[in-house]
């Protein structure tokens, strides 16, 4: 296996708190390296940028992509859309920085768990900016928020081992968004990558979700799917037999091999006209 080298970087300043990175790049990779922002999940709430690296993000730098696994604000912080323009900020330190850190500016993709996973995908996908990435992938992510707001983790399916036996109250949704989706469905409508995925233009999709999700039904990938074929998209459906919410089924080899040779082709590859 390759040996990685990190480095951890500020990428933004705001109201003093500081924003970072860690940068994670196999040592003997020629250069420059395609670029992967990794985003952790945690209902938006809780989580670190070092969570679940050497399982889940090591084996990936290893396949010869560079890593950069991304802090953002959290929902005690900072409430929706900050999330968002944490991770475009991002974007934009690496493609601006991508000269010293040997990567190629004109080869970024995401790729997140949970909720990581779905900002992964509302960066690529949402109005504002254009953060061009060129892929992304996610594991179990949130698509349509009115619709998970009438998921009833514990009642619908069983709760996720990673819960440890505690509903979360409030739902995470509504922490993200500081009122329960049906409170606020155009904050809802527009933080839901389903409501967007018009939008996807030249960008590749995978999507990995467990057919046992406790907490974030495997519907809510279903219907993104759907909406980004029906779109013109490319994307990828890969469904995880049994496996729930942060299952570690989903780092056996076969599967992080899928997730680093996806986005290796995908940002290898020349862009797709979109």
């Known amino acids: 296996m390759a040996d990685v080298v990190s480095r951890t970087h500020v990428y933004a300043r705001i109201g003093g708190l500081p924003l970072e990175l860690d940068l ?24 670190r940028r070092s969570d679940r690296f050497a399982e889940r993000v090591e084996p990936v730098v290893e396949q010869g992509l560079a ?12 409430r929706w859309p900050a999330q968002l323009h944490d991770v475009r900020t991002a974007v934009r330190w690496l493609r601006a920085n991508a000269s010293d850190l ?20 509302l960066a690529a996908l949402a109005p504002g900016e254009d953060a061009a990435l060129r892929a992304v992938a996610t594991f ?5 928020l009115l619709a998970l707001a009438r998921f009833r983790p514990g009642i619908d399916a069983p709760l996720p ?20 989706p049906p409170e606020v469905p155009g904050r809802a409508r527009d933080a839901s990558p389903v409501h967007w995925a018009g939008r996807a233009g030249s960008t590749r999709f995978l999507l990995v979700h467990g057919d046992a999700d406790g907490l974030v039904p495997v519907d ?11 779109a013109g998209a490319e994307a990828t459906l890969l469904l995880l037999g049994g496996a729930d919410h942060e299952d570690p089924l989903f780092e056996r080899p076969a599967v ?11 940002l290898a590859a020349p862009p797709r006209l979109g």
């Open 24 to 47: 994670h790049r196999p040592t003997d990779a020629g250069d420059p390296l395609p670029a992967v922002l990794y985003l952790h999940g945690g209902g938006w709430s809780v989580g």
């Open 67 to 78: 890593v950069a696994s991304v802090s953002y604000r959290l929902t005690d912080v900072a």
């Open 102 to 121: 040997r990567l190629r500016a004109d080869a970024i993709g995401a790729w997140g768990a949970s909720a990581g996973g779905h900002l992964a995908l």
């Open 140 to 144: 179990f992510a949130p698509a349509d």
């Open 161 to 180: 081992p990673v819960l440890d036996g505690r509903v979360p109250e409030p739902a995470f949704e509504t922490r993200l968004l500081g009122a329960p």
């Open 220 to 230: 809510q990938s279903r219907a993104l799917h759907a909406a980004l074929t029906g």
């Open 256 to 266: 992080l091999g899928a997730v680093g040779g996806f986005l290796r082709d995908a």
